[in-house]
């Protein structure tokens, strides 16, 4: 079980500015990133569907120097973290699964944002999240951000994500774009999130960020 989403063509050329856009606060939960990982500084740091790289943008800077693998199963995505990033020796890029990394090799971070929403709670969803705890060592920091929340919460939670979208949208692509987050997508309420993790091999995740239908989760892994 391991559903693929792929993002190509302009879904993939025109990713960052789509995040931009459709994501209020998406900038501020990733210059805030690093700080979470800073106190553990870890030495490794594995980057599950990294897409263009946005969130290895926010890594590669820190003086400390943590070795970042970007992983992600779209080509048209990775391979621009790849002209992103070249020449930064402490960033490897890989396009494919998180199953295609050797459960024996171990890190002491990771990130997932943006993909969970993706998978169905199908056993999908409890597969990708257990293949990223088995790489990651006893007491290692992850964190995800993820369109969470049960059906009421997300209707709720729309009308506010309405509400902060930029100015000058066309109104018919905005309807689009919400019914599309409400009926084809795959958010679970933070309950059964919690559950899912836990089952994985994490502690109970504490949320930490939210902007509207995005909440973003730290956890430890067991
Ligand atoms: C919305 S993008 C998020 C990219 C990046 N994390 C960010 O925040 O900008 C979702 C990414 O998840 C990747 N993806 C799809 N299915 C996946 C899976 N089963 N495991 C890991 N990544 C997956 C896609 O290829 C895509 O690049």
New binding site residues.
């Given amino acids: 079980m ?6 190509e063509n302009e879904r ?1 050329s025109g ?2 500015t789509f ?1 931009e856009t459709w994501i209020p606060n ?1 900038s501020v939960f990733l210059n805030d990133l690093p700080k979470l990982f800073s106190k553990m500084n870890p030495k490794e740091l594995l ?9 290895i943008e926010q890594f590669v800077h820190r003086s400390e120097r943590w070795l970042i693998t970007g ?4 080509p048209e ?2 391979k621009q973290a790849i002209d992103r990033f070249q020449g930064y020796e402490h960033v490897t890029l890989m396009e494919g ?2 199953t295609a990394i050797d459960a024996e090799k171990k890190y002491s971070a990771a ?5 969970l929403h ?2 169905e709670d199908d056993g ?1 969803k409890l597969n ?1 999240l257990s293949n990223i705890a088995e790489r990651l060592v006893s007491g290692a920091t992850f964190v995800m ?1 993820d369109i969470t929340g049960d059906k009421q919460q997300i209707k709720q939670n729309l009308k506010i994500l309405r509400l902060l979208l930029p100015d000058g949208l066309d109104e018919q692509q905005i309807n689009h774009r919400l019914n599309r987050i409400e009926n084809e997508l795959f958010p679970i309420s933070e309950e059964r999130l919690a559950a899912l993790c836990v089952t994985a091999g994490f502690e109970k995740p504490i949320r930490f960020f939210q902007s509207s239908i995005y909440m973003g989760w730290l956890m430890t892994k067991k």
């Fill in positions: 391991n559903k693929v989403e792929i993002f993939a990713y960052n995040v998406y980057v599950v569907g990294c897409g263009t790289g946005n969130e992983i992600d199963p779209s995505m990775v699964l998180v990130t997932l944002l943006l993909v993706f998978l999908n990708l951000l």
